[in-house]
């Protein structure tokens, strides 16, 4: 590659591992095709993260980014001690966890939750996805403006605005017609990157072999019968949530792999 074509990425994800991660697997390949990337988090954040392939490593840097200090953030948060993931604030003191990265100015404004929970009318193909009104009920009351003023919409919709393509972190195959709508919409190309799994960072053969004891069930299971749980490493749901999720499996008749931290 010439050098003229080189570029510099940075690449800034939201302080959640179920972003850093994939951020950081899209930041091989771009630093492997001799591209330089710059990956910037909080201290603690890149303290955890794995290390990278030798083809990438001289070519992609770790830039600690210690957040500003910020009233009503619990103390555990609070920079300069090696600060947080989201996952270390819980979901009132978010908000203000939002407003140590974003600062800018919204008006605010509600919409009925009702007309979250039918299919939206531009979506030209159809469609059953919408909201529960339990589920847009939840995360309403949630996820509001901060102390600044900055709601979640906003500061999404700012990004999209500024932004001059769209990666996706899913396959054209598995949701072609959403893609395709997504870029008629926005004006801006669409890319799907694919789903971007952590790299496997375990020895083939080793002590723990759960990957291959999960393989294996999967393996003499009929073709699209298994259904897949994963909750996320931040959602903490109560135990009468969990009861429920786990009586609707047994009631669906189908195999199932549930993945769930302690």
């Known amino acids: 590659m010439a050098e003229a074509d080189k570029l510099h990425v940075v690449l800034f994800p939201w302080l959640a591992f179920r972003h850093i991660i994939p951020f950081l697997e899209l930041s091989k390949p771009i630093a492997g095709k001799g591209h330089k990337v710059s990956f910037i988090s909080t201290p603690r954040n890149i303290d955890r993260l794995p290390k990278f392939p030798p083809n990438s490593a001289p070519l992609l840097s770790l830039v600690k980014l210690p957040l500003p200090r910020v009233d009503n953030l619990p103390e555990h948060t609070r920079p300069p001690l090696t600060c947080p993931t989201t996952s270390t604030v819980n979901a009132w003191s978010g908000a203000f966890f939002g407003s140590a ?13 009702e007309d979250f929970t039918v299919a939206p009318k531009w979506v030209p193909f159809p469609s059953c996805i919408a909201f529960w009104l339990h589920e847009i009920k939840r995360l309403y009351n949630s996820v509001d403006d ?27 195959e598995l949701e072609p017609s959403w893609l395709h709508l997504l870029q008629e919409l926005q004006q801006k190309p669409v890319v799907a990157v694919g789903l971007l799994p952590p790299s496997f960072q375990g020895d083939k053969g080793g002590k723990d072999d759960t990957w291959h004891t999960i393989n294996v069930w999967l393996d003499i299971q009929e073709k699209e019968s298994v259904v897949y749980i994963a909750l996320g490493s931040e959602v903490t749901p109560s135990q009468a949530e969990l009861t429920e999720l786990a009586l609707v499996l047994k009631l669906c008749g189908l195999p199932f792999f549930w993945a769930l931290r302690k």
Do not use: E, H, P, Q
């Not at 974003?102 to 509600?110: F, H, I, K, L, V």
């Open 101 to 113: 990265i974003t600062m800018a100015n919204s008006a605010d404004y509600r919409t009925k939750l």
């Open 146 to 172: 901060n102390i600044f003023g900055i709601s979640d919409a906003l500061r999404f919709g700012k990004t999209v605005m500024g932004c001059d393509v769209f990666l996706i972190r899913s396959y054209t």
